[in-house]
Nanobody, 121 residues
């Protein structure tokens, strides 16, 4: 069984920092894009940042200059360093990966379980 397991998150004061990790485990042949999304109460899920297998990154305008996405291809992991956090960053954060289980299989879109971040004083 292939799964994404997130760690990190929690309660942080405005201006603080948090770091997320997401590990893909199971029978995996290759992982293409990996990314982080978030969903605030009453809002749709939105892209926070994503990163290609080659390391090209893309960020939502709201997090540019504050968040940094990175990945370790050898470990099948993706990270999100979040700095200068604001109350509006409060949301459930999800990691996502597009991966293949074998050379001949289709790419699957896999989601993590979600981790709550609350930014509040």
């Amino acid at each position: 069984q292939v799964q994404l397991v997130e760690s990190g998150g929690g309660l942080v004061q405005p201006g603080g920092s948090l770091r997320f990790s997401c590990a893909a485990s199971g029978s995996i042949f290759s992982i293409n894009a990996m990314g982080w999304y978030r969903q605030a109460p009453g809002k749709q899920r939105e892209l926070v940042a994503d990163i290609t297998i080659g390391g090209s990154t893309n960020y939502a305008d709201s997090v540019k200059g504050r968040f940094i996405i990175s990945r370790d291809n050898a470990k099948n992991m993706v990270y999100l360093q979040m700095n200068s956090l604001k109350p509006e960053d409060t949301a459930v954060y999800y990691c996502k990966a597009n991966l293949r289980r074998s050379p001949l299989s289709r790419y699957l879109e896999l989601w993590g379980q979600g981790t709550l971040v609350t930014v509040s004083s």
